[in-house]
């Protein structure tokens, strides 16, 4: 399960197929280490607070939806503050470095991070790395202190800058040495890619033996990150992108033989694309890039299009960045960040269906195309996110005054969590296509499955599909060589 080396999770065995999943400690690498009393005891705010501080056997499930007989599974380390720290707070030094793309929140969690640490802790030593993780050998920094950070959440962006790629372990963890960090905490918000760098920084401070907890906030407004129930920022992405259906199936309702298109966020995943459309209610079809679909031919998007407009009268499409890859020329080309570039398929599309309908003289056809992804990106978050993230940020603060490092604060079945690294980055997380909640979009849309002997990814896989829209079940019959 992700990397095997031994400086991942701890896994420990209980009874009745009871496993924690544990993250790594600064008592795993360093001996004679000294604790303090949490200063939390003290704080006025607190110490109102029944059982404030999380009981060391506190764990979290993994699943929670078993069966009498089921063994109790994988567990996560619980998250929040400790009876002792690891850390004075006169002798920290933090520091927060963002990466990779803009999201709502980032600088909530940067406040909130900031705001922890100097007043619950007394942590007032709080550097910001700009510009990525490049700054931290360009020597980049920005002084964060609450009062510059109190007003950043109604923000958007972030106030540290963000960059893609940059990533160089040895200059990084170099530079944490240089500039006398031995009691430190870095905090990394990113991604996917983002925290698999986190990892590795984590492995070779761990190796060179410092005492530096590494961190990590996961943000990606995609939400394709294991594990966690969802990503920071997803919830704003989501409520944004109702505005852009909505302007959509206004252009789509006051037009004759309308349509309207939306492309949203999703280079890998859908869900943006799905929860919007459920949101909504007034898509008519929605495509992601777990659900293949084909444009020409029976049961195809062209006829579906067709037979929407002569029942309505109008539709719309919302269309996920990472949709009908496969139906698009390759482009050999990444990104800073090693992500391979997409291809427009939003504007693909659009042509193909206005290529499509010109040649049908009975049914001229009015297209809207609205892309409102770097609108989505830049906005501050929302309420519920603005929550979240203070949550976040505060977990992640708790585990490293704790001595805990290489983990990934997060949500898991609403309880607030530390995961080991080596779970976050071992793979992305995905719909479901044979789950109920795409089951509900497909019954809410009335859209084609689009699964059948046309779709790319099924005849590549030598198998033709069928799906029931109502149950949600999908049946591959193996076709014979």
């Not at 009908?324 to 398929?345: C, F, H, I, R, Y």
Request: with cysteine.
């Amino acid at each position: 399960m992700g990397s095997q080396s031994n400086f991942q999770m701890k896994e420990v065995p209980g009874e009745f197929g009871y496993v924690l999943q544990d993250v790594p400690h600064f008592s795993d690498y360093i001996s004679d280490l000294q604790t303090y009393p949490n200063p939390l005891r003290s704080n006025p705010a607190y110490s109102v607070v029944k059982q404030y501080f999380v009981d060391m056997d506190d764990s979290v499930p993994e699943k929670i939806v078993v069966h009498k007989d089921t063994p109790r599974g994988v567990h996560f380390r619980r998250a929040g503050p400790r009876q002792q720290v690891y850390f004075a707070s006169d002798d920290v030094l933090a520091c927060i470095v963002t990466c990779g793309g803009l999201c709502p929140g980032l600088n909530t969690v940067i406040r909130e991070i900031v705001h922890s640490l100097d007043y619950m802790y007394g942590v007032t030593k709080v550097l910001g790395i700009d510009g990525g993780y490049r700054g931290f050998y360009s020597k980049n920094t920005i002084n964060l202190t609450p009062k510059l950070c109190n007003d950043i959440h109604k923000r958007g962006g972030t106030i540290i800058g963000s960059s893609r790629g940059g990533h160089d372990t040895t200059k990084i963890v170099d530079s944490i040495q240089d500039r006398g960090i031995n009691q430190a905490r870095v905090y990394i918000i990113g991604g996917d890619g983002t925290l698999r760098g986190a990892n590795v920084i984590y492995e070779e401070i761990r190796k060179r033996g410092l005492k530096v907890a590494v961190g990590g906030i996961p943000k990606t407004i995609d939400n394709d990150i294991p594990v966690i129930d969802r990503s920071f920022g997803f919830d704003t992405a989501v409520e944004e992108a109702q505005r852009a259906i909505n302007a959509a199936h206004v252009e789509a309702n006051s037009a004759e033989n309308g349509i309207g298109m939306v492309k949203l966020m999703g280079r890998y995943s859908g869900f943006i694309a799905m929860h919007a459309t459920l949101a909504s209610r007034d898509v008519d079809c929605c495509l992601i890039p777990e659900s293949p679909f084909y444009l020409e031919g029976k049961g195809g998007l062209f006829e579906y299009i067709e037979k929407k407009l002569k029942e309505n009268g109008h539709m719309v499409i919302v269309v996920a960045e990472g949709a009908g890859q496969e139906l698009l020329p390759t482009k050999n080309e990444e990104d800073a960040s090693g992500n391979k570039l997409l291809q427009d398929v939003g504007l693909w599309i659009a042509q193909r269906i206005k290529d499509h309908f010109a040649k049908q003289t009975k049914m001229p056809i009015t297209l809207k195309y609205i892309d409102p992804t770097y609108m989505i990106r830049a906005i501050p978050s929302n309420a519920s996110d603005n929550v979240y993230c203070t949550l976040l940020a505060q977990s992640a603060v708790h585990g490293a005054m704790a001595g805990y490092t290489g983990f990934t604060s997060g949500l898991v079945n609403g309880r607030h969590t530390y995961i080991p690294f080596n779970r976050i980055i071992e793979k992305q997380n995905k719909v479901v296509i044979t789950d109920r909640m795409w089951a509900r979009l497909l019954s809410s849309t009335n859209q084609p499955s689009f699964l059948g002997p046309k779709c790319p990814s099924l005849t590549n896989a030598g198998q033709l599909g069928t799906y029931d829209k109502v149950t949600g079940l999908l049946g591959c019959l193996s076709l014979k060589p």
